[in-house]
């Protein structure tokens, strides 16, 4: 009987992949943008974004060019953006320390309450029919886009020192996203839902 073993190094290359690294850099990134912000280096603070950003546009290009998938690396790449994401939303929301330009409250109170309700309908799905892939849609992604935009722009502003009232149209605009895809998810889950209770048993 002859019995085959993994290599190692075939392991540790499901773990040790580029875009693990790069995704686990993004997150050890995290602490390093706090703390700048909460010692008042904007320069810094966006200088880290704005690596941590390119470094989310690289581990999915480099899975793509290498055709690189794992379970953990599934898990880091989101993982990280939340984390970043979350981390600069409470920071940047305290006026005692995002000065001139805070996020507003009720807009960082929207972001975390879409993400919630995300995750709580993404761990249902899983546990009722074990569904894995969750693409996401056209509000998605445009909310997305105005919330890093968001905080990109209030880092920019502080460290210029700039408080232009049109970022109150641009607020706006991430709020209207945000609850437009909040609901637009919301609205998927339940078309999810119906289809699966009148799908016939097997």
Do not use: C
Not at 1 to 20: E, F, G, K, Q
């Amino acid at each position: 009987m002859i019995v085959t073993r993994r290599p190692p190094d075939d392991l540790r290359s499901a773990v040790l992949t580029l875009p693990n690294l790069i995704s686990a850099f993004r997150i050890v990134l995290v602490p390093f943008f706090v703390l700048a912000v909460l010692d008042g280096r904007t320069g810094r603070a966006l200088l880290i974004f704005f690596i941590a950003g390119i470094s989310d546009l690289l581990d999915g290009f480099t899975a793509r060019l290498f055709h690189v998938r794992s379970r953990l690396g599934m898990l880091l790449d989101p993982a990280g953006d939340k984390l970043l994401m979350t981390a600069s939303y409470i920071v940047l929301t305290l006026p005692s320390i995002a000065r001139p330009n805070a996020i507003p409250l009720g807009l960082t109170a929207l972001v975390f309450l879409r993400d919630i309700l995300i995750v709580v309908g993404a761990l249902i799905a899983f546990r009722l029919w074990r569904q894995t892939a969750f693409p996401p849609s056209l509000l998605g992604k445009l909310s997305t886009a105005f919330q890093v935009g968001t905080v990109f722009l209030v880092l920019l502003l502080n460290d210029l020192g700039r408080a232009p009232g049109w970022m109150i149209i641009f607020y706006a605009m991430a709020i209207f996203f945000t609850v437009a895809s909040g609901a637009d998810y919301f609205i998927y889950g339940l078309k999810v839902l119906r289809e699966h209770r009148n799908r016939p048993a097997a």
